[in-house]
């Protein structure tokens, strides 16, 4: 498997039939984000460099301890709520 683009071939159905249903779901979640351009501008944008401050510990560390209490919204609630 190699970088050079004139021996790249096309992928066929046949191809995709040989991955794990997992795998193409996980390859078209990437294509679709790459045809995308607000998911694509996320994707590329430069990670946040500036180091975490006190507050910002504290705040991921009591968001951690409400989650470990089961206190937190399951992901299928607020995709319900923000029509996700």
């Known amino acids: 498997m190699g970088n050079n683009d ?14 794990e249903s997992r795998i193409v779901d996980k390859v078209t979640h990437v294509i679709r984000d790459l045809i995308d351009p607000v998911a694509l501008s996320l994707l590329l944008a430069p990670e946040d460099d500036e ?34």
């Open 6 to 19: 004139e021996q790249q071939k096309p992928v066929t159905r046949a191809d995709l039939d040989q991955l």
């Open 51 to 84: 180091p975490e401050t006190d507050e910002e510990r504290r705040d991921v560390a009591a968001a951690g301890a409400e989650i470990a209490r089961g206190e937190g919204i399951p992901f299928d609630q607020i995709r319900q709520e923000f029509g996700g």
